[in-house]
């Protein structure tokens, strides 16, 4: 028998039973600063992971809802461009002290619908939040250049100006964090913005959206849409929308990218990963060891710059017990429980392919030396956990290694040298992040020099960038060519406009001849 859950933490998104369905609250869409219930007749059961209870129906958007937003989008945009930057740059300020002030709220949404620990969900929040604040400089940010001089009486000069609509497609894994790297940016570059949320959690989308109305963004301004494919395929084929970012799976990210792009958009598109931590025999071995657990196992291995492959550096290896032995020592439960560290996977359908990805590196010839493919959490037996999982003497060529496996799972490579680690990891194709262990500074620079990933850890383990900075995973991991936030991210939400004005001193001598050749 399915329980339907209605928590309370929904009362704030006006969610509501609809009088005609099975009882299910039904998430809504947001069309000029209003909670709209869709008129579909396709909707979508969002599961706690944790249980697997249907806690609300999400929306297949039709096709005149779709377009509603965008019509609400491109009617706000007007005004909203023309709105002064400092007004902008307040509702950010605002906007920015109402997600502080509901980070509990936004963390229990993403626990309840993602799965993910509450304090893991409140990082969630703030890893986002950071990205607001820097929007907040948008009046530094997003000055133009000048150039006078350039001829007698003659300037040059640039303006960064907003495109017009952009729209926004986010993956299951950062409910708070990638909607916060899309549409504030966008916004307070004074475009308009249509988000549509992952199908599998839209809750924390909902509230940051609300919260960004109560903050002052006027009607039309920021709008969720929902649905799959056909909501996709609408965005990318829709000629209002001027620009698209994407953070998701490879398939989506080139098909969207593909498919934008021929229409004439700009699109940014952060994919899959597959992240390599190098062991140094010189590194410190207690720290070492823990950041690797935490950032192997950590939010279940969902996680983009999880470190989901160790290779061990020459005598490195003998501490593999070590990281057994911590991994083991992890807590697995649903994310509301006290103390646990790590929480179930999304959907039975991601357990099932996690556990037959370790069965395939089994199969190949690697060495399971700690299997949570079978455990049991206790109160939660219908859930979609899986315990910490590590695989030893795994080779670049097993499905375990060439997949990106997107769950607790750790394959393991030894190596002699630091070259080998290098090359092997520039062979991989993606090329999100990666970090590497060591006390040995001229090694951390020969590491940083050689390798061919966007995003280096020295030390670090998950060396996700400040939003000062830009997220830059390369290679397999991103198609595009402006980054999500920073300066390359106000660089994609805007196009430049340059103005050469000339302002004559002196009159133009009476009966002087017009010059024909290009100046
Ligand atoms: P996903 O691609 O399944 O879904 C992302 C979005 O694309 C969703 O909104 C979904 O509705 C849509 N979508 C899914 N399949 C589609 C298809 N075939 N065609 C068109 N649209 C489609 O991704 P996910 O499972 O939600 O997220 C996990 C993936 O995202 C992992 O691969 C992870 O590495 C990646 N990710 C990357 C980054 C990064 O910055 N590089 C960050 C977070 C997650």
Redesign the pocket.
Known sequence: RTVYLRPKIYNALQVSLRPYSSGTPTTKLFINNEFVESQTKDWIDLHNPATNEVVTRVPKSTQAEMERAVNAASEAFPAWSDTSILARQQVMFKFQSLIKENVKELAALITLEQGKTLADAEGDVARGLQVVEHACGITSLQLGETLPGISKDMDLYSYRIPLGVTAG??????PAM?PL?MFPLATVCGNTSVI?????DPGATMLLVKLAAEAGLPKGVVNVIH???D???FICDNPAIKAIS????????K??YERGSLNGKRVQS????KNHGVIMPDANKESSINQLVAAAFGAAG?????LSTAVFVGDSKDWIPDLVKKAKSLKVSAGVEKGADLGPL?SPQ?KRRVCDLVQSGVNEGANLILDGTNIVVQGYEKGNFVGPTILTDVKTNMKCYTE?I?GPVLVIMSVDTLDEAIQVINSNPYG?GTAIFTTNGATARKFTNEIDVGQIGINVPIPVPLPMFS?T?SRG??LGDSN?YGKAGVNFYTQLKTITSSWKSEDVSYGSKPDTAFP
């Open positions: 497609i986010t993956p299951f894994n950062f990638i790297w549509k949320p992952s199908e599998r649905g799959a494919h909501a996709v395929n994407f953070v998701g799976s490879d398939q989506a990210g098909y969207i952060n994919m899959g990963a969902q996680r983009c710059m999880a999304i991601a990106e997107f999100n997220f995973g991991s991103f999500f």
